[in-house]
């Protein structure tokens, strides 16, 4: 080449570009989500919990923000992604900064349960990523005693744990102690078959190998982070008169940045505090007023109430009877959404019992997404382990809020987004994504989906759920709440079950902020379509409206409310 040849200019570096890399550093961190996803690069690794690993991460995500900060995306999707990812890699940031692993502990968040949940959801297509699940099974071990020691730096800090979750989480390894080795979760996941679809030859040696690994290392491994929880986090725990964060040395400093990262808005407590009071002690007892009297032929709010609780012809006979229900309803939600939704998904969503091990802790119902390798649809988890306990007029809305149209159209929808980054398919904002959901219930009113107006009592009852939960969750960690005073709210301002009550203000204390996406991301897509119906007048579709809102991902909802102002914007001819 001569002395004056120019040398081959270096390709600019692209949002995407960036995207990409945060992707490739999400999945390595958490590879277990990874094989959740259908992503198998990572079968034989679990998550690194050690403060060194958590170092490394927060620089990659640090060196990706700065990177980003560079570069000035003019395109109108480029801008969405930023702003996105921009949310992604600060609140990763922050969560390490704020050590908040130190308190995982917990029912709902902590590794044990993670662990439980999600290793029956898992599915290793070939014998090699079969073969991978043996080597990410030896790690349990590893993984558990690095949470513990997590935990135990947590309470050098003065990171005390609630005692009611720990009083949960060790309940519910207890409970998978407890069980058959045969029923043992580690050996549910989904191993190969052949192609004609008989059974892969190797599965009786893996399964005997993940046996050994069940019976020698795991077992054991969650026997002693049961000791370590009994024995060391449960004598420290907070009492139940001091169970928010706001007892915490740092408490107020953790809750702020969970409101700011679950909301992605810049809401005080004390105005989510009030908005929850408005909603759940004005707007809907006149809802209740109206409906009750067609029901139970009275407006006195306490009776209906006590009859939503307490009537036992409002709760389910058996565990046959709420999963008719629940499959009835997916159902029907499916077969009705053609009208309202230019985008449909096409991955399947099914309906299946939580399993029994988990039941007595766990949520009466949950979702997990599609495998994005075409392994496993979208599954709506239904809890069949209290039948006559449960009530009959919340399933539907419950069917709703996590399948159709809530959870699965918007997941499914969001993986099968042609041209968007893949973190951007497959992550993103928890008001968004739960804001949807709960939507979804009211919107499935619009559709005529529910059976009657028993069941819209239910979907009433379910939004007091939520609006109530804006007072509570800032009640127990902003102002002090004791673990009784968020019952008696619950017990006076809306007809949950008693039964329930405690078990979700337990989840509010092991999950602080999460139980505020809902109400606010509904509230705030509400006011986008009820502003978007205004100005266009009769131009104004709501397929159209519908596919705008999830035509990007689960985006922030400030970046919502641009992606519907252009909408908007076009459909005026302006």
Not at 348 to 369: G, R
Not at 515 to 535: C, E, M, N, P
Request: net charge negative; with cysteine; charged share 25%.
């Amino acid at each position: 080449m001569s002395e004056h040849a120019e040398h081959p200019r270096a390709e600019a570096v692209t949002v995407t570009d960036v995207a990409q890399r945060y992707w490739d550093v999400a999945l390595a961190a958490a590879p277990s989500s990874a094989t959740l996803l259908g992503i198998h690069d990572h079968d034989d690794r679990l998550e690194d919990l050690s403060v060194g690993s958590d170092a490394a991460l927060r620089a990659q995500l640090e060196g990706l923000s700065n990177e980003l900060a560079d570069l000035t995306p003019s395109a109108v999707e480029d801008q969405v992604t930023a702003t996105l990812l921009d949310h992604q890699l600060r609140t990763g940031i922050e969560a390490i900064d704020l050590r908040l692993v130190e308190m995982a502990s917990d029912q709902m968040l902590g590794p044990h349960a993670s662990l439980l949940m999600s290793a029956p959801q898992m599915t290793y297509p070939t014998s090699a990523e079969a073969t991978a699940a043996l080597t990410r099974y030896a790690q349990v071990p590893r993984m558990l005693g690095q949470a513990l020691d997590r935990f135990r730096d947590g309470l050098v800090a003065g990171r005390t744990p609630a005692a009611a979750v720990i009083a949960r989480s060790i309940n519910s390894l207890e409970q998978y102690l407890a069980t058959s080795f045969d029923d043992d979760p580690f050996l549910a996941a989904g191993i190969p078959t052949e192609p004609d679809g008989s059974t892969w030859d190797g599965a009786d040696e893996w399964r005997s190998d993940a046996m050994a690994l069940v019976r020698d290392v795991i077992r054991p491994s969650f026997a002693m982070y049961l000791g370590v929880l009994r024995d060391e986090l449960a004598p420290t725990g907070r009492d139940d008169e001091h169970a928010g964060w706001c007892h915490l040395p740092d408490g107020d400093e953790m809750y702020t940045a969970l409101v700011r990262a679950h909301t992605t808005l810049e809401r005080s407590p004390q105005e989510l505090h009030d908005l929850g009071r408005e909603l759940t002690e004005q707007a809907l007892p006149e809802e209740y007023v109206a409906l009750g009297a067609e029901v139970f032929a009275t407006s006195d709010l306490q009776v209906i109430f006590d009859r939503l609780r307490n009537d036992p012809e409002l709760r389910h006979r058996d565990a046959a009877d709420i999963t008719h229900v629940a499959t009835a309803t997916v159902a029907r939600a499916t077969a009705a959404i053609g009208d309202w939704f230019g985008r449909l998904p096409g991955s399947p969503c099914a309906v299946e019992a939580v399993p029994d091990f988990l039941a007595t802790d766990a949520p009466y119902a949950y979702y997990y997404p599609p495998a994005v390798d075409g392994t496993r649809g979208g599954t709506y988890f239904i809890n069949t382990a209290n039948p006559t306990g449960a009530s009959r007029t919340e399933a539907e809305s419950i069917a709703f809020h996590e399948a159709i149209p809530g959870h699965h159209l918007q997941i499914a929808i969001s993986q099968e987004l042609d041209g968007l980054p893949e973190f951007q398919r497959h992550d993103g904002a928890t008001s968004y994504i739960e804001g949807w959901a709960l939507y979804a219930e009211r919107l499935a009113d619009e559709m005529g989906l529910y059976s009657g107006p028993i069941d819209r009592l239910g979907m009433l009852t379910a939004d007091s759920w939520r609006s109530a939960r804006l007072v509570v969750d800032t009640g127990l960690h902003a102002f002090g709440w004791s673990r009784q005073q968020a019952v008696d709210y619950f017990t006076r301002h809306t007809p949950v079950p008693l039964d329930q009550v405690l078990a979700e203000v337990d989840r509010y204390l092991a999950m602080p902020g999460q139980a505020l996406s809902y109400k606010v991301g509904h509230f705030h897509i509400q006011q986008l379509r009820d502003d978007a119906a205004a100005r266009l007048g009769n131009r104004f579709q709501i397929a159209d409206f519908h596919d705008v809102v999830l035509g990007s991902g689960a985006v922030t909802l400030p970046v919502l409310s641009d992606l519907v102002q252009r909408h908007i914007d076009e459909r005026a001819g302006r």
